[in-house]
């Protein structure tokens, strides 16, 4: 399985601001992607993280509010942009190695927008 | 389209009691089916899968089989422990280019001592 470290873990942010979230694995992976977990809530896709690609956006996401970067096989980040209290979520990253469908997480980074 | 659909918790528990967290799903084809867990302000972990009919995937006690005539893969476990109260997520990949995961909304289990 693969070890995944997320930064910042938490932050709380000003309306307007952006914040730019860290995925790093230790090993190697095809696939990386992002989710959202709003409070109480489900994960929802945000996007496929694809290296040397643009990002795989899925509905209800744009690239303008969610930039996203994939520079290796072992690292991502994901942009937050123009936040909103609407976006006080926890942000997930999440990995997947070679033809195997599971896919492994990260902690999650906890943001607050005032 | 593909969907997964869990019980609602919160399921309240006494320690050593039975489990079961139902899901079922929709999907064409044949799916992969997981469970994850989620301890209180932690990210998630994978608990089990199965990949195809008839599979059981099993791991700290706890058991899922996929029943593709039912379209189902309910959780269960024995014998609860407190240690086990977390958000129970059950999801689905249809595998392919993408390996999307849909989730269902996720059971929160309360074990009391």
């Known amino acids: 399985s693969a070890v995944i470290s997320q930064k910042p873990s938490r932050d709380i942010c000003q309306r307007g601001t952006s914040l730019t979230i860290q995925c790093q694995v230790d090993?190697?992976?095809?696939?990386m992607f992002w989710y959202r977990q709003q409070p109480g809530q489900s994960l929802t896709l945000i996007a496929t993280?694809?290296?040397?690609?643009?990002?795989?956006?899925e509905s209800g996401f744009v690239i303008d509010k969610f930039p996203i970067s994939r520079p290796n096989l072992t690292f991502s980040t994901l942009t937050v942009s123009n936040m909103s209290p609407e976006d006080s979520s926890i942000y997930l990253c999440?990995?997947?190695?070679?033809?195997?469908?599971?896919?492994?997480f990260g902690p999650g980074t906890r943001l607050t927008v005032t | 389209g593909n969907s997964v659909t869990q019980m609602e918790g919160p399921v309240t528990l006494s320690e050593e009691a039975f489990l079961t967290i139902n899901c079922t799903y929709t999907?064409?084809?044949?799916?992969?089916l997981f469970w994850y867990v989620q301890y209180p302000g932690e990210g998630l972990q994978l608990l089990l899968k199965?990949?195809?009919?008839?599979d059981k995937g099993s791991n700290k006690g706890f058991e899922a089989t996929y029943r593709k005539e039912t379209t189902s893969f309910h959780l269960e476990k024995g014998s609860v422990q407190v240690s086990d109260s977390a958000v129970y997520f059950c999801?689905?990949?249809?595998?392919?280019?993408?390996?999307?995961?849909?989730f269902g909304t996720g059971t929160l289990l309360a074990v009391q001592p």
């Open positions: 090993s190697q992976v095809t696939m």
């Open positions: 999801a689905l990949s249809k595998g392919g280019a993408t390996n999307k995961l849909i």
């Open positions: 993280a694809n290296q040397g690609s643009e990002a795989t956006y």
């Open positions: 199965a990949t195809k009919a008839d």
């Open positions: 999440s990995a997947r190695q070679g033809a195997r469908y599971e896919q492994y």
């Open positions: 999907a064409t084809g044949y799916p992969s």
